[in-house]
């Protein structure tokens, strides 16, 4: 089983972003204004956005291809360095965009503020094209979409992919973007977006299919995988079928970061040609283990089986 995972290669294209924490200890409040004073122990970088889908798989033991835009500057730097950490081959791009940065300022295991730098102006022309030329480049047998709206993904990017590549096509979802998202084959919005995709406001889980039709058939996607926190995830399909799984996670540390872990566990199972109970079933035990950890973090193929 590990020595077909390591012979899959998966494309994954979007906004890579740097992941910045800053924890600390709150004991008093600023004589300066009503905020808390943070006393700075220990700070971290990760992976983040697309980042940490292409992360999730080479845990997992997928080889992986990232394919981003980055800026000139010191977040940039670190990205790289990071990269070259976890061993992911990455094409990074350099633009004149500041490169995505959010920090997460954490105290006694509490997040208290996350401050954003960011520009969200799309990627020109000649960056779109970059992205595709370097997916042709590669023996890719499945691509993951990591749309967080940061400017990468457009609808041309996603039509010029899905008319090249015979392939299987994921994308997490933005909502506002949804009509970019034609005849992929799996998407996977959690329950707010799948409320905002479709206008259905979900009180039942007849709102939830009712919500789930609408999205499969305003983008002609073969499956929707919704996930749902506490209440796990359901898979819709283009003819019909339904599967539930309950949430398996006992304690629940941290969600930062589970929606790349499910996209990446899914679209590795789909393209190694399970069937798609068996896709949910292990994307539900990858979430359960990772919202366990602090911080974004992803989950080892080794971490599933001793779970299982």
């Known amino acids: 089983?590990?020595?077909?995972?390591?012979?899959?290669?998966?494309?994954?294209?979007?906004?890579?972003?740097?992941?910045?924490?800053?924890?600390?200890?709150?004991?008093?409040?600023?004589?300066?204004?009503?905020?808390?004073?943070?006393?700075?122990?220990?700070?971290?970088?990760?992976?983040?956005?697309?980042?940490?889908?292409?992360?999730?798989?080479?845990?997992?033991g997928v080889n992986v291809y990232l394919i981003g835009c980055i800026g000139k500057d010191e977040s940039a730097n670190i990205f790289k360095k990071l990269c070259e950490n976890e061993n992911i081959n990455a094409k990074l791009i350099e633009t004149n965009r500041i490169t995505t940065k959010k920090t997460r300022i954490v105290a006694h295991s509490q997040q208290i503020v996350r401050v954003d730098r960011e520009q969200k102006q799309p990627i020109d022309y000649k960056t779109k094209n970059e992205i595709v030329k370097a997916v042709t480049k590669e023996n890719i047998d499945a691509i993951?979409?990591?749309?967080?709206?940061?400017?990468?993904?457009?609808?041309?990017?996603?039509?010029?992919?899905?008319?090249?590549?015979?392939?299987?096509?994921?994308?997490?979802?933005?909502?506002?973007?949804?009509?970019?998202?034609?005849?992929?084959?799996?998407?996977?919005?959690?329950?707010?977006?799948?409320?905002?995709?479709?206008?259905?406001?979900?009180?039942?889980?007849?709102?939830?299919?009712?919500?789930?039709?609408?999205?499969?058939?305003?983008?002609?996607?073969?499956?929707l995988l919704v996930t749902q926190g506490e209440n796990g995830m359901t898979l819709f399909s283009q003819n019909g079928f339904t599967y539930h799984e309950k949430a398996l996670a006992k304690e629940v540390y941290d969600v930062t970061g589970a929606g790349d872990t499910v996209i990446a566990v899914s679209t590795m199972c789909f393209a190694l040609g399970f069937d798609p109970i068996k896709a949910v079933k292990l994307s539900s035990i990858a979430a359960s283990i990772v919202v366990g950890k602090r911080g974004t973090s992803s989950v080892k193929f080794e971490e599933i089986k001793d779970y299982l």
């Open 1 to 60: 089983m590990i020595e077909t995972i390591k012979r899959l290669k998966i494309a994954v294209i979007g906004d890579v972003m740097l992941d910045h924490y800053i924890f600390g200890n709150v004991d008093r409040i600023s004589p300066e204004a009503p905020v808390p004073v943070l006393n700075v122990k220990d700070e971290k970088f990760y992976l983040g956005g697309a980042a940490n889908v292409a992360r999730n798989l080479k845990d997992l």
């Open 144 to 223: 993951i979409i990591s749309d967080y709206g940061k400017g990468v993904i457009s609808s041309k990017l996603i039509e010029e992919l899905r008319n090249i590549f015979d392939k299987f096509i994921s994308v997490d979802p933005k909502v506002n973007h949804t009509k970019m998202y034609k005849d992929v084959d799996l998407i996977t919005p959690n329950l707010k977006e799948t409320q905002d995709m479709s206008k259905i406001e979900i009180q039942n889980d007849n709102d939830l299919k009712k919500a789930a039709n609408i999205i499969i058939k305003n983008t002609k996607c073969k499956y």
